[in-house]
Nanobody, 126 residues
Framework: VQLQASGGGLVQPGGSLRLSCAISGFTWGSYTIGWFRQAPGKEREGVSCLRSGSGTTYNTDSVRGRFTISKDTAKNMVFLQMSSLEPEDTVIYYC????????????????????WGQGTQVTVSS
């Protein structure tokens, strides 16, 4: 399984950006897809995830109401639509996938995810 994130760039505060994650070598089954972000010197932080089957999505408090995760099964793509971006959102974003048993309390634990994309830089600045 390979994941490739793209779509990062420079955006002004209050602006929007959509990140994409292309997935190959993947079998749609029972899985969880997540978006994480990591600032220099800090731990990787989960921001949004999507659970297969129910399609239920989850967001952390810091991005709730601003970020939306979605998927296009036909294209093997996952997206993170980001709006009302703030300078604090300036970090590298990663997409990740796991086939491990779903535990809701572990949905944003980076160690729970088996496959990772390479990351894409988002910079929010005027």
């Amino acid at each position: 399984v390979q994941l490739q994130a793209s779509g990062g760039g420079l955006v002004q505060p209050g602006g929007s950006l959509r990140l994409s994650c292309a997935i190959s070598g993947f079998t749609w089954g029972s899985y969880t897809i997540g978006w994480f972000r990591q600032a220099p010197g800090k731990e990787r932080e989960g921001v949004s995830c999507l659970r297969s089957g129910s399609g239920t999505t989850y967001n952390t408090d810091s991005v709730r109401g601003r970020f939306t995760i979605s998927k296009d099964t036909a294209k093997n793509m996952v997206f993170l639509q980001m709006s009302s971006l703030e300078p604090e959102d300036t970090v590298i974003y990663y997409c990740a996938l796991t086939y491990r048993r779903w535990i809701v309390s572990a949905r944003f634990e980076a160690t729970n995810y088996e496959y990772w994309g390479q990351g894409t830089q988002v910079t929010v600045s005027s």
